[in-house]
């Protein structure tokens, strides 16, 4: 069984700011983690993967992850937030090896302030 | 490398109708999904395609809903006699083998098929 736990339905943060969405993941085998970006009436944009290799992700727009163990979670975040960046943000995992079943957090809808 | 394709991108209609949506993935790819995503959900997994065979379908996916991929290539997903509780978007990805070591690819999505029942 996988899960993800999106913390924050709607988070706002001034443009220029600290972006950290929080995600926490639930697995029984080691889990491959996912960052989606989705903007209004489009599809999902793959932002970053972890897959067992460096826990430190870094994605595609300055955006970054860290995979901790220990503590279940794989936090997204960005030094300075552009008001590009808004949209919704979406946790997803699957687990290692079989077909790929991708579950995906509830999301969280991120507001920038100007 | 075009990206996934849905047709329509939007599809009114009555309730009780019958309504067919079309993905063509990305055309290396082997593995084709169908997620629904309703109004402040993350999408919720459909049924997925390794090739032409259909190896997994969601309980989510009830008997209205059928989905096919003849030629492993483009996938249809039909729902008959739609109900109210149908309106959703529906996405389409697809991903490419494992590569090396056994490492599952991130899926590519498309714009999806926003459906809205009257």
């Known amino acids: 069984a996988q899960s993800v736990t999106q913390l924050g339905s709607h988070v706002s943060v001034s443009e220029g700011a600290l972006v950290l969405l929080r995600c926490n993941y639930s697995?029984?085998?080691?889990?491959?983690l996912f960052w989606y970006v989705q903007y209004p009436n489009q599809g999902l944009q793959l932002l970053l993967k972890?897959?067992?290799?460096?826990?430190l992700v870094k994605g595609i727009n300055g955006f970054e992850a860290e995979f901790k163990k220990s503590e279940t979670s794989f936090h997204l975040t960005k030094p300075s937030a552009h008001m590009s960046d808004a949209a919704e943000y979406f946790c997803?995992?699957?687990?290692?090896?079989?077909?790929?079943?991708?579950?995906f957090g509830t999301g969280t809808k991120l507001q920038v302030i100007p | 490398d075009t990206g996934v394709s849905q047709d329509p991108r939007h599809k009114i209609t009555k309730r009780g109708q019958n309504v067919t949506f079309r993905c063509d993935p990305i055309?290396?790819?082997?593995?084709l999904y169908w997620y629904r995503q309703t109004l402040g959900q993350g999408p919720e997994f459909l049924t997925y395609?390794?090739?032409?065979?259909?190896?997994?379908k969601s309980r989510l996916l009830s008997d209205r809903f059928s989905a096919e991929r003849p030629k492993g290539s483009f996938s249809t997903l039909e729902i008959q006699r739609t109900e109210q509780g149908d309106s959703a978007m529906y996405l389409c990805?697809?991903?490419?083998?494992?590569?090396?070591?056994?490492?599952?690819?991130?899926?590519?999505f498309g714009d999806g098929t926003r459906l809205s029942i009257l």
């Open positions: 990805a697809s991903s490419p083998s494992p590569g090396t070591g056994g490492i599952n690819q991130p899926q590519h």
């Open positions: 697995s029984s085998v080691p889990p491959y």
């Open positions: 972890y897959t067992s290799a460096a826990t």
């Open positions: 997803a995992v699957s687990q290692a090896g079989g077909y790929q079943k991708v579950t």
């Open positions: 055309s290396e790819h082997n593995r």
């Open positions: 395609f390794q090739n032409e065979a259909q190896l997994e």
